[in-house]
């Protein structure tokens, strides 16, 4: 593995663990040339995915930038970090498994709304607002209400 800082060829592994619920194996490396230390993931890719925009387009999936969009979602919230991840690896999960090579960025968009539903709902909200486009107040309302209803349902079902 090159190193980020001089890029070097030759780095070595000075550490490796399960990760993400062993999903992962986490490295720690070294590199001998300049000392520099960092981390990678490994992660089994099951197959290559391609996303499709609204517009047609293809491109391909990329986990990091799905990570991105949550990290951003739950900026400033006390979510774990740990928990973000094995949320967007759930959903890397579902989207692989689905036996598709192609998916909307939709369907996309929809997993991630679940997956933020169950982390932290000012995250989901947040998410909600740009992931369908909100363009008035009552559109926030309308997403608060559909929360609460779920709230209420989930308060029957278990009383």
Same mark, same amino acid.
């Given at each position: ?55 047609? #387009?293809? $491109? ?5 930038? =799905?990570?991105? /969009?949550? !990290?951003?979602? %739950?900026?400033?919230?006390? @979510? ?5 991840? #094995?949320? $967007? ?5 579902? =989207?692989?498994? /689905?036996? !598709?090579?192609? %998916?909307?960025?939709?369907? @996309? ?51």
């Amino acid at each position: 593995m090159r190193c980020p800082y001089c890029q070097s060829e030759d780095t070595q592994v000075k550490d490796s663990r399960p990760a993400e619920d062993g999903a992962a194996i986490r490295r720690r490396r070294v590199c001998p040339d300049c000392g520099g230390r960092f981390t990678t993931f490994e992660r089994v890719q099951l197959r290559d995915l391609v996303v499709v925009k609204k517009s047609g #387009r293809k $491109v391909p999936f990329d986990r990091d930038k =799905l990570l991105r /969009s949550v !990290e951003i979602a %739950v900026r400033k919230r006390n @979510v774990d970090p740990e928990r973000i991840d #094995r949320a $967007v690896t759930g959903i890397v999960r579902q =989207l692989e498994s /689905s036996g !598709e090579t192609e %998916v909307a960025s939709g369907e @996309v968009g929809r997993l991630v709304m679940e997956a933020l539903k169950s982390l932290d709902d000012v995250a989901y909200v947040r998410f909600a607002s740009v992931y369908r486009n909100f363009r008035e107040a009552k559109d926030f309302h309308e997403l608060l209400g559909e929360l609460k209803g779920d709230e209420d349902k989930s308060e029957e079902d278990a009383g």
